[in-house]
């Protein structure tokens, strides 16, 4: 039997509602999901897709690689993409472009992200276009996706978190319900 994947989010979302906040590792429960690798790539295109609508001030730059992705990903069918991949290696170039800045630190070089937003569109295609199609890759997405910096708890699923993860919990029904309506 298939873990319901589904109910342990809504538990990580309770939890949030009970202490305020829930460690970022408690997304793992996504790797299982993922190990199906067209749940991967729906994923990946699902947050990606989620990410170009969002409404944030932005410089000429970034608003043309919103309008690009938003393009790119429109008439999409996350639950079964099929992007053109010329198009989505072209724009995935473009995204790394934008943000390829780094720093130094004691730990290494640290990648300085500026858009957050379109960061996770850059992930989303890097995942689908199979540059990063693992679990873990998808567990990472899931994390950036919903993880959020309160001065409270730090950066770990917190307040804001809990409406990402359901609206991660919608999408997985939404395929598993289509996976059931075609067996």
């Avoid at 990580?12 to 993922?34: E, M, P, Y």
């Avoid at 569109?121 to 199609?133: A, K, T």
């Avoid at 873990?136 to 899931?142: C, F, I, M, S, W």
């Avoid at 309160?150 to 939404?174: A, H, K, T």
Wanted: hydrophobic share 35%.
């Amino acid at each position: 039997m298939r873990p319901n994947i589904s109910n342990k989010l809504r538990e990580i979302a309770a939890a949030i509602d009970r202490r305020g906040s829930a460690n970022l590792t408690r997304l793992t429960v996504l790797k299982k999901w993922f190990e199906v690798s067209s749940h991967l790539s729906s994923f990946a295109i699902f947050i990606a897709d989620q990410a170009s609508r969002q409404k944030t001030k932005t410089t000429k730059e970034a608003a043309e690689l919103f309008r690009e992705a938003r393009t790119l990903l429109a008439d999409v069918d996350v639950f079964a993409p099929k992007i053109p991949r010329a198009a989505s290696t072209k724009l995935h170039a473009c995204l790394r472009a934008f943000q390829n800045e780094y720093r130094n630190s004691q730990w290494g070089a640290l990648r300085i992200i500026h858009d957050h937003n379109l960061f996770l569109v850059e992930c989303g295609l890097h995942i689908y276009l199979g540059h990063g199609d693992t679990p873990t890759e998808g567990y990472r997405l899931a994390a950036y996706y919903c993880e959020h910096y309160d001065p409270r708890y730090g950066n770990c699923l917190n307040g804001p978190s809990r409406r990402r993860i359901g609206e991660i919990v919608d999408f997985i029904q939404g395929v598993e319900d289509r996976e059931e309506a075609s067996v």
